[in-house]
Nanobody, 122 residues
Framework: QVHLTESGGGSVQAGGSLRLSCAAS????????MEWYRQSPGKERELVAG???????TYGDSVKGRFTISRDAAADTVYLQMNSLKAEDTAVYYC????????????????WGQGTTVNVSS
């Protein structure tokens, strides 16, 4: 099994910064790319950023140039540095990884973290 634990959420004024962390534990070889999603009330969950095991990154259009995803492979931790925050960034942020190997699917669905709340006031 794999467990993902997010931290670092909080309240900040528009223009401020926050850094989210997602620590993975358990069957680490099952961890593949790592991704940050977010969900606001009444909206669908959306991909914020992703990073491959090789370090290649992707970003949602709304956060490009403001957010940076990084990965500490030795610590099995992924970070999301969020700068120039806007009110529309307010959401619950979730960490996720798709299973890497076939046997990992025996654990059940892809793991998600419990979420960490980011509240940006304008």
């Amino acid at each position: 099994q794999v467990h993902l634990t997010e931290s670092g959420g909080g309240s900040v004024q528009a223009g401020g910064s926050l850094r989210l962390s997602c620590a993975a534990s358990g069957d680490v070889p099952c961890i593949n790319d790592m991704e940050w999603y977010r969900q606001s009330p009444g909206k669908e969950r959306e991909l914020v950023a992703g990073i491959t095991r090789g370090g290649r990154t992707t970003y949602g259009d709304s956060v490009k140039g403001r957010f940076t995803i990084s990965r500490d492979a030795a610590a099995d931790t992924v970070y999301l540095q969020m700068n120039s925050l806007k009110a529309e960034d307010t959401a619950v942020y979730y960490c996720h990884t798709p299973w890497r190997w076939g046997y990992c699917h025996d654990y059940g669905p892809d793991p998600w973290g419990q979420g960490t709340t980011v509240n940006v006031s304008s």
